[in-house]
């Protein structure tokens, strides 16, 4: 298998626009998890999804934040608009049920 | 409020020592216990899962699980310069399909 595969690898992006990052889980994973990583804050849940429904989106910094899982291969996470406090490396992961979560290489997001 | 601490270091170690890396958890119905490595620039990558109290040895990795006291820790015999990274701990109460629960993670520096 592939292990879970994020694009694009690196965002860079101006102030006010749009940014969508996506995911692929490993095949028959059936939990999907968005994380983002900063130096000051560590590793954050922002939300995740189990068979495709989103179960808790409490880590959503704010409503410019969205995510969307159509299909058990697929994901999306949506910023609109940027700010340049988005800045940072958001990753997916997968799991098969509450265990072990295997992560994709990341995007590096710079909003400028 | 579900917390998962670890010390953020540096700790500093010399090639062929042990390195001792340590994590307190605030979840008492916990069942499962994780130690990442992550490089820097890279994901966090899975080195060790541990589920019973004791120890559990994998090559040059120990993880030490003690649910009365709260406490896992992760000793690397015969420290390498390719050690040197940031260990998260990770810790999950399999109730239901939660999430891990992140500590913000140990950087560990081997000195040649």
């Known amino acids: 298998d592939a292990g879970v595969i994020q694009s694009p690898r690196h965002e860079v992006t101006e102030m006010g626009q749009e940014v969508t990052l996506r995911c692929k889980p490993i095949s028959g994973h059936n939990s999907l998890f968005w994380y983002r990583q900063t130096m000051m804050r560590g590793l954050e849940l922002l939300i995740y999804?189990?068979?495709?429904?989103?179960?808790?989106d409490s880590g959503m910094p704010e409503d410019r934040f969205s995510a969307k899982m159509p299909n058990a291969s697929f994901s999306t996470l949506k910023i609109q608009p940027s700010e340049p406090r988005d800045s940072a490396v958001y990753f997916c992961a997968s799991s098969f049920g509450p265990d072990i979560q295997y992560f994709g290489a990341g995007t590096r997001l710079s909003v400028l | 409020q579900k917390e998962v601490e670890q010390n953020s270091g540096p700790l500093s170690v010399p090639e062929g020592a042990i390195a001792s890396l340590n994590c307190t958890y605030s979840d008492r119905v916990s069942q499962s216990f994780f130690w990442y490595r992550q490089y820097s620039g890279k994901s966090p990558e899975l080195i060790m899962s541990?589920?019973?109290?004791g120890d559990k040895e994998d090559g040059r990795f120990t993880a030490q699980l003690n649910k009365a006291s709260q406490y896992v820790s992760l000793l690397i015999r015969d420290s390498q310069p390719s050690d040197s990274a940031t260990y998260l701990c990770a810790v999950n109460t399999n109730s239901g399909n939660t999430p891990l629960v992140f500590g913000k993670g140990t950087r560990l520096s081997v000195i040649a």
């Open positions: 541990i589920y019973s109290n």
């Open positions: 999804f189990n068979n495709n429904v989103p179960i808790d």
